[in-house]
C-alpha cells in the first residue's frame, strides 16, 4: 500500500517512522515533509494549506491511505475533497473538524450532548462588555479566555487576576489572534491533573488507543507561558483501565456517537484534552481531531503492533471488526528542544549536529519537527525542532535515556525543559 503523510512536524515524522514498518507499506510519500521523514519518504513540497495542490497530488499518486497530521487542512475541507475523488482519508470532514476549528461550536455540542466540560459562555466583537460582566458569576481568578478559531495552539489565554482578564477580553475581540478570536469563550477554570487519551473512530464506532500526558508550560515547574507542548509521557498514571473506560463511556461513545446523529460523523483520531479530579472525574478540556504533538511520539514508539488496518478502517469503515492495538512498550517520553526565544520569535539557522548518534543509544529516536537541510547540514528552521523520544521497561529509564539523548545533540541555540515526566516521577 502506498500512504501520503500530510505534516511536516514530528508527528508526521513519528506517523512516518511506525509506518514504514508495516508490511503492507510499499512506498510513503509525505507533503512537505521534513528532513527526518526524507529518510523514510518521499518528500514533495506542498504546503499543508495548498488544498487544491495536496488534491493534484493525491491524483497523482493515487494513494491507498491520506493520513493528515495537521488541523488546519481538516478544517479546510481536505478529506471531503480526497473523498470525493475516491480517496480513503484517516482524517474528519470539514463538518466534523469544527470539533477543533470552533471552540464556541465544541462547548455547543458538549452541552447539547451532555458531555462533562466546564461552564462557558461565547462571546462576539460587539460584546466585550458582557465578556467582562461575565467574569464576575466565578468565584475569581484564574480565568480561561479562548480564542474560537485556530490559533495555532497559542489561542488559550489563563489570567491570574481580573484586570489581566479584562484586558485580555480587550486584547482577543481587538483581534490579537486576527478572525481566530473574533469570537471569543470564557469559562471556568476547572481544577486537577490534565490528560490526553486519543481513541480512533470509523465514524460509528469508537476503539481506545492510548492515554499520554504532556507539558505545555516553556519553564521547568509548568511555568511561563504556554507552547505547542515541550514534552510528553506514556502511559498516564492517572488514565489507568478504569478511568480509561469512565472516558470511553461518559465522553468518547457520546461524542462519537452524536456527531453521528448531528450529521457530521466523525472518523479519524479523536484526541480528548481532560482534566480529571475526584469530585467531577474526567471533563473536556478541548477537543483536537488530529494527534497530538508531543503525544504522537511517545504513542507510536511504543505501539508495537502495526497500526494500519485500523487507520485504514477509520478511513473505510469496519472498525469494529479489528484487532484492538494492545501490544505496547512499557513508558516512553520524548523531550522537545526548541529554539532560543521559542514560543516568542525562535533563533533559527543554527546548525545541529550528532543526531545520529542519539539515535544511537538505546530505545531513542529522535523526530524532527523545526529542521531544514542545506547540503550535508540540519539547520533550526521553527520553533519546536526536534523531540527526543526514549522507550524503555521504566518511566525513570526512560527520562534518563531522552535526557541522554538530547545531551549528546549539538546545538547551541537550543534548549529544553529538563522536568519532563515529573508528575509521574513524582507519584511514584
Known amino acids: 500500500m502506498k500512504i501520503l503523510i500530510v505534516g511536516s512536524g514530528g508527528r508526521e515524522h513519528a506517523l512516518a517512522w511506525r509506518l514504514k514498518q508495516s508490511p503492507r507499506v510499499t512506498g510513503i510519500v509525505a507533503a512537505p515533509g521534513n528532513p527526518g521523514i526524507a529518510q523514510l519518504a518521499e518528500c514533495v513540497n506542498v504546503a499543508v494549506d495548498d488544498i487544491d495542490g495536496l488534491v493534484r497530488l493525491a491524483k497523482q499518486e493515487r494513494p491507498n491511505l491520506v493520513i493528515v497530521g495537521p488541523e488546519a487542512p481538516l478544517v479546510l475541507g481536505l478529506a471531503d475533497k480526497l473523498r470525493a475523488i ?7 470532514s470539514a463538518r466534523a473538524a469544527m470539533l477543533e476549528g470552533s471552540k464556541g461550536f465544541s462547548k455547543d455540542f458538549m452541552a447539547k450532548h451532555n458531555i462533562p466540560t466546564a461552564r462557558y459562555r461565547r462571546f462576539d466583537t460587539t460584546q466585550a462588555a458582557e465578556a467582562k460582566a461575565y467574569l464576575d458569576t466565578f468565584d475569581g481568578p484564574p480565568y480561561v479566555l479562548k480564542a474560537d478559531g485556530l490559533a495555532a495552539g497559542k489561542g488559550v489565554v489563563i489570567p491570574e487576576t481580573k484586570a489581566e482578564a479584562e484586558a485580555e477580553i480587550d486584547a482577543m475581540l481587538g483581534g490579537k489572534f486576527g478572525s481566530a478570536s473574533a469570537s471569543l469563550v470564557i469559562e471556568e477554570f476547572m481544577h486537577g491533573e490534565e490528560a490526553s487519551f486519543f481513541a480512533l473512530c470509523d465514524g460509528e464506532t469508537a476503539v481506545p488507543l492510548a492515554g499520554a500526558q504532556d507539558h505545555k508550560r516553556v519553564g521547568d515547574g509548568d511555568t511561563g507561558p504556554n507552547t505547542g507542548g515541550m514534552g510528553a509521557y506514556s502511559p498516564a498514571p492517572i488514565l489507568d483501565a478504569a478511568m480509561q473506560q469512565r472516558v470511553m463511556d461518559e465522553i468518547v461513545t457520546p461524542t462519537v456517537e452524536g456527531m453521528r446523529k448531528d450529521g457530521r460523523p466523525y472518523r479519524g483520531v479523536l484526541f480528548v484534552g481532560l482534566m480529571i479530579d475526584e469530585k467531577h472525574g474526567p471533563r473536556v478540556v478541548e477537543y483536537n481531531v488530529r494527534f497530538g504533538d508531543p503525544e504522537c511520539q511517545v504513542i507510536m514508539t511504543r505501539l508495537k503492533d502495526d497500526p494500519l488496518p485500523q487507520f485504514l478502517a477509520c478511513a473505510t469503515g469496519g472498525l469494529a471488526g479489528c484487532a484492538r492495538l494492545e501490544r505496547f512498550s512499557d513508558h516512553a517520553v520524548t523531550v522537545v528542544m526548541a529554539g532560543a526565544g521559542y514560543p516568542g520569535e525562535p533563533k533559527k539557522g543554527g546548525v545541529i549536529s550528532n543526531i545520529e548518534d542519539a539515535n544511537k543509544l538505546e530505545g531513542v529516536t529522535v523526530f524532527h519537527s523545526g529542521t531544514k537541510q542545506e547540503g550535508e547540514a540540519i539547520l533550526a528552521n521553527g520553533g519546536r525542532v526536534l523531540t527526543v523520544t526514549a522507550t524503555a521497561p521504566t518511566l525513570q529509564d526512560a527520562v534518563t535515556q531522552a535526557y541522554k539523548a538530547v545531551d549528546t545533540i549539538d546545538w ?17
Do not use: E, N
Not at 475516491?86 to 474528519?92: A, E, L, R, Y
Open 86 to 92: 475516491d480517496i480513503p482519508v484517516f482524517g474528519p
Open 412 to 428: 547551541k541555540d537550543g534548549f529544553s525543559r529538563r522536568d519532563i515526566a515529573w508528575r509521574a516521577l513524582k507519584r511514584g
